[in-house]
Each structure stands twice: as C-alpha cells, then as structure tokens.
C-alpha cells in the first residue's frame, strides 16, 4: 500500500513500524519477553485498540501467523501456523523496519488431524529457529479448543522448548482461559492494551503529517482525540475523511468538523443502524438524541468507571446539552428504552435496582454519538468540553 494511503487506514491494521504511535510499555514487555528462549504471551484489550497492529510488530526466524474462526478447531488452527512458515535470516526480535519477510511454506506430512502431543512435537522442532507462532482473535474460538491450547502451553513450557506463542484477542478471553485450565495463568505474560492517550493518539496524526506534507493545527488535534476516546480507529477515519475533504496543506478545526459528515457516512453500517434505531421518533420534540448525547457524554466524564454511568449522572449533562433545567423523570423513560431491543438494546444495563449502571453495549458508539451530534449541530465543541471542565 502507498505510503500516502497507510498514513490514515482505518480499516486497516498498522503494519509499517514507521506509522506505529506510542505503546512505548507494551513494546518493552513484548520485546523483552521476545528476547527470553521461551514466552508464551497474551495480548488483550477492547476492541480496535491496536492489538493486531502491535502483534504485527514481532518478528522472528520463523514466523507463523493466523486468525481465529468460529469453525475453527484445535487441529484446524495449528494446521494453518504449520503451513505458513516465514523466513526472515535474521533472529527472532522486533520488525522495526516494516520489509516483508520471504514466505516459505512447510512442506512436511502432518497427520490430517493434529493432537497436543503432535503440535508441541512439531512446535520443539522448529525450536532451534525460535519459531514464534501468532494467533489472532482468540475470543472467537469455541470453547472445545481452549483446553488443547492451555495444556499446549504447559507441554512447551515444562519442555522448555524454545518458541514463543502469543495469543491476540479481547479482553474476555482472559476469563475464559483461566476458567478452562486454572494453571494457564502461571504460563502466560499478559501484554494489556488499554485506550491511546491524547499524546499516542496525537502521534498518529504527526506520522501521517510527515508523509503526506499536510499541518493539522492544535485545535484540529484537540476536536479529533475528544471524538476518538482514546479509540485509534476514529483518529484514523477522520484523519482520512479530513485529507479527502481539503485542498489545503494546512488543517483547522473547522476542517474536521466538516469531515465528521462523511465519517458517519463510512462508519461502520451497524452503528449507522444501531443509532438510527435507537433515535428515532415521529414526534419533533422527542428527546432520544439529546439524551443520548448526554449517556455518550456521561461515559466520557466519568472515566474511572469504565465506560459505565449511572442515571443521576446523565442530568447535569442535559441540562447543559437542554440548556434548561430537567428532572430524572423526565429521561428515565429514555434509558428504559434504549436498553430494550426495539430501540436496538444500544445501552447495557447493570446492577440492581435503586444502583443501576449504564454503559453503551458497543465502545464504538460513543465516539458515533459526538461525530452525529457535532456534525448535526445538536452540540458545538465548546459546549461539550465546558461540560468535561465542570
Ligand atoms: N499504535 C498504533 N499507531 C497507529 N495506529 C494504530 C495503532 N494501533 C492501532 N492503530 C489503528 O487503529 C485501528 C485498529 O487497529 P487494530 O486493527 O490493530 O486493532 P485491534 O485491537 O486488533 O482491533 P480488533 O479488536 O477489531 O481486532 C487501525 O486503523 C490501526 O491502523
Ligand atoms: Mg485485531
């Protein structure tokens, strides 16, 4: 891909070292545990932080990637690694430098069904070339194939065969695991991914700044990190929508405010949908958009808690979005609704009565609602940020 496409690819996981932003811990840990014999890693976060892209990152002698289906079984996975044997001549560490690496596949007769005892056979083999093996989107395997993975690790690891096996995927696969085989946890190095911070998120856009000769000014960066809540996704979509947008080398915050149109148009159809559903209503002053806005707002201020908010914290927000005073009965029917699944169960709902928490069922609608209600005008970017101050 040109260098000019990859400096904003939204749907694209980083593969050049040279557009990686920030995770300067996480690299530490990954390289550091890439320089022991034997590692056996997990990397996990939510969805769309960045763990494909830091995955991307490793390099090795022999390097064996793949990802997770649903069909797939234990067998059916470690077939695919053993048949995409990477060479690189160099030893096993980090791709710093974004080449490809020459694919040479395994030729070797494998048993049309692979069991533990063949796989970490196979595995120990390799082990002078330091193979590292990478499978991604592990959450989607089925639960059947968890057990041969962990009781894999443990044969590698009490052979101390050398080889490094990272495993990719969201954050519930960490609870998963360890309620399949108790002692995984002992075996495997956790690498967390957590949101990008405003500087990480910030980096991105000076990458891109670089190669496509271009100048975003501070209030344009300040507009894309608030949207992007930490998600590097966002800052990727509107970076692009924003380069397609402008003729200008120079970018101003009413730049992306323009941009923020397009980007719901390219967002992902399910949150179009899901958004759509949630609001709407025939009559002119119903207030699902404006409540909602306060919800995605709620979850932004309170940031301690995971995304999750409770009903009194939402009624400050709209007061400021209503510019009036409200009370909590006026929006409580709203939440009801918006956690039911005529209005696409767009809120979860946690807890018992009396202290029930709130948070959005998808992370990456928050940063939808704030691109809707700046590009429609429910909100200005003023008003949002006094309500963050407050
Ligand atoms: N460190 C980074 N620097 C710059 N951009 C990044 C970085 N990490 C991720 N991105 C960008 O963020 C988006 C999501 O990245 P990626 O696909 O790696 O996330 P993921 O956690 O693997 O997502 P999923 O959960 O959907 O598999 C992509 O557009 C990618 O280019
Ligand atoms: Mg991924």
Same mark, same amino acid.
């Given at each position: 891909?040109?260098?000019?496409?990859?400096?904003?690819?939204?749907?694209?996981?980083?593969?050049?070292?040279?557009?990686?932003?920030?995770?300067?811990?996480?690299?530490?840990?990954?390289?550091?545990?890439?320089?022991?014999?034997?590692?056996?890693?997990?990397?996990?976060?939510?969805?769309?932080?960045?763990?494909?892209?830091?995955?991307?990152?490793?390099?090795?002698?022999?390097?064996?990637?793949?990802?997770?289906?649903?069909?797939?079984?234990?067998?059916?996975?470690?077939?695919?690694?053993?048949?995409?044997?990477?060479?690189?001549?160099?030893?096993?560490?980090?791709?710093?430098?974004?080449?490809?690496?020459?694919?040479?596949?395994?030729?070797?007769?494998?048993?049309?069904?692979?069991?533990?005892?063949?796989?970490?056979?196979?595995?120990?083999?390799?082990?002078?070339?330091?193979?590292?093996?990478?499978?991604?989107?592990?959450?989607?395997?089925?639960?059947?194939?968890?057990?041969?993975?962990?009781?894999?690790?443990?044969?590698?690891?009490?052979?101390?065969?050398?080889?490094?096996?990272?495993?990719?995927?969201?954050?519930?696969?960490?609870?998963?695991?360890?309620?399949?085989?108790?002692?995984?946890?002992?075996?495997?190095?956790?690498?967390?991914?957590?949101?990008?911070?405003?500087?990480?998120?910030?980096?991105?856009?000076?990458?891109?700044?670089?190669?496509?000769?271009?100048?975003?000014?501070?209030?344009?960066?300040?507009?894309?990190?608030?949207?992007?809540?930490?998600?590097?996704?966002?800052?990727?979509?509107?970076?692009?929508?924003?380069?397609?947008?402008?003729?200008?080398?120079?970018?101003?915050?009413?730049?992306?405010?323009?941009?923020?149109?397009?980007?719901?148009?390219?967002?992902?159809?399910?949150?179009?949908?899901?958004?759509?559903?949630?609001? !709407?209503?025939?009559?002119?002053?119903?207030? !699902?958009?404006?409540?909602?806005?306060?919800?995605?707002?709620?979850?932004?201020?309170?940031?301690?808690?995971?995304?999750?908010?409770?009903?009194?914290?939402?009624?400050?927000?709209?007061?400021?979005?209503?510019?009036?005073?409200?009370?909590?009965?006026? !929006?409580?029917?709203?939440?009801?609704?918006?956690?039911?699944?005529?209005?696409?169960?767009?809120?979860?709902?946690?807890?018992?009565?009396?202290?029930?928490?709130?948070?959005?069922?998808?992370?990456?609608?928050?940063?939808?609602?704030?691109?809707?209600?700046?590009?429609?005008?429910?909100?200005?970017?003023?008003?949002?940020?006094?309500?963050?101050?407050?």
């Amino acid at each position: 891909m040109p260098k000019t496409k990859q400096a904003f690819s939204p749907l694209n996981p980083i593969r050049d070292a040279e557009f990686f932003a920030g995770r300067a811990s996480q690299i530490a840990m990954l390289r550091e545990q890439l320089d022991e014999q034997t590692s056996f890693l997990l990397i996990h976060g939510e969805r769309g932080v960045g763990k494909t892209s830091l995955a991307n990152l490793i390099k090795s002698n022999i390097l064996c990637k793949t990802t997770v289906n649903s069909t797939d079984s234990f067998s059916s996975l470690c077939m695919r690694l053993f048949n995409q044997v990477q060479l690189s001549g160099s030893k096993a560490g980090f791709n710093t430098t974004g080449t490809q690496m020459p694919v040479v596949r395994m030729t070797e007769k494998l048993p049309t069904i692979l069991d533990i005892d063949v796989v970490s056979h196979v595995i120990q083999g390799l082990a002078s070339s330091q193979a590292a093996f990478v499978i991604d989107e592990f959450d989607r395997i089925v639960e059947d194939a968890i057990v041969p993975f962990a009781e894999l690790v443990k044969s590698l690891s009490d052979s101390g065969a050398s080889c490094h096996l990272v495993f990719v995927g969201t954050t519930g696969i960490v609870g998963r695991l360890r309620a399949a085989h108790p002692s995984i946890s002992r075996h495997l190095t956790y690498i967390e991914l957590p949101r990008m911070t405003r500087d990480e998120l910030a980096q991105i856009i000076h990458n891109a700044e670089n190669v496509l000769d271009i100048k975003f000014s501070d209030d344009a960066i300040n507009l894309m990190v608030f949207v992007s809540q930490g998600l590097p996704h966002f800052i990727h979509l509107i970076g692009q929508a924003v380069v397609k947008g402008t003729g200008s080398k120079g970018v101003g915050r009413d730049d992306v405010l323009q941009a923020l149109g397009s980007c719901m148009d390219q967002s992902e159809h399910n949150l179009r949908e899901l958004y759509d559903q949630a609001v !709407y209503s025939a009559q002119r002053d119903a207030q !699902y958009r404006q409540v909602l806005l306060a919800c995605a707002m709620a979850g932004v201020i309170v940031t301690s808690q995971q995304g999750f908010f409770n009903a009194g914290e939402i009624k400050p927000i709209l007061e400021g979005i209503l510019h009036r005073k409200v009370v909590t009965a006026s !929006y409580h029917p709203h939440l009801q609704e918006f956690i039911s699944k005529d209005r696409g169960a767009i809120l979860e709902r946690h807890g018992q009565p009396r202290k029930y928490r709130y948070r959005f069922s998808n992370p990456f609608l928050v940063p939808y609602v704030l691109m809707n209600a700046l590009s429609t005008k429910l909100a200005d970017i003023e008003m949002l940020t006094a309500l963050i101050r407050k």
